[in-house]
């Protein structure tokens, strides 16, 4: 079955870096877009950034652009979210996903892990 395990959060001073790890399992990963997605309590959940299957192309949210970069490693079946420049507004749980080819959607989702930004 479809599996998606995110690592890497946790607490870290406002300016700081986190790295997120995506570990893929159950599909060909190397034939999945990927994007990490991002919610915090009363809001809707949204996308952070996504990656094409080759990593040519990367788009983001505006608010992040600049500071955090998505990478995967398609022979390790991994997606990671290097977050640099961190904000408080950035605490949130972040969530790997995968994406439906046909339909653009999102057809699994990670569990989410926790990434606070605080003094």
């Known amino acids: 079955q479809v599996q998606l395990v995110e690592s890497g959060g946790g607490l870290v001073q406002p300016g700081g870096s986190l790295r997120l790890s995506c570990v893929a399992s159950?599909?060909?990963?190397?034939?999945?877009?990927m994007r990490w997605y991002r919610q915090v309590p009363g809001k809707e959940r949204e996308m952070v950034a996504g990656?094409?299957?080759?990593?040519?192309?990367?788009p983001y949210l505006a608010d992040v652009k600049g500071r955090f970069t998505i990478s995967r490693d398609n022979a390790n079946s991994t997606l990671f979210l290097q977050m640099n420049s961190l904000k408080p507004e950035d605490t949130a749980v972040y969530y790997c996903?995968?994406?439906?080819?046909?339909?653009?959607?999102?057809?699994?989702w990670g569990q989410g892990i926790q990434v606070t930004v605080s003094s």
């Open positions: 996903a995968r994406v439906e080819p046909d339909s653009g959607r999102v057809d699994y």
């Open positions: 159950g599909f060909t990963f190397e034939n999945y877009w």
């Open positions: 990656i094409s299957r080759t990593s040519r192309s990367t």
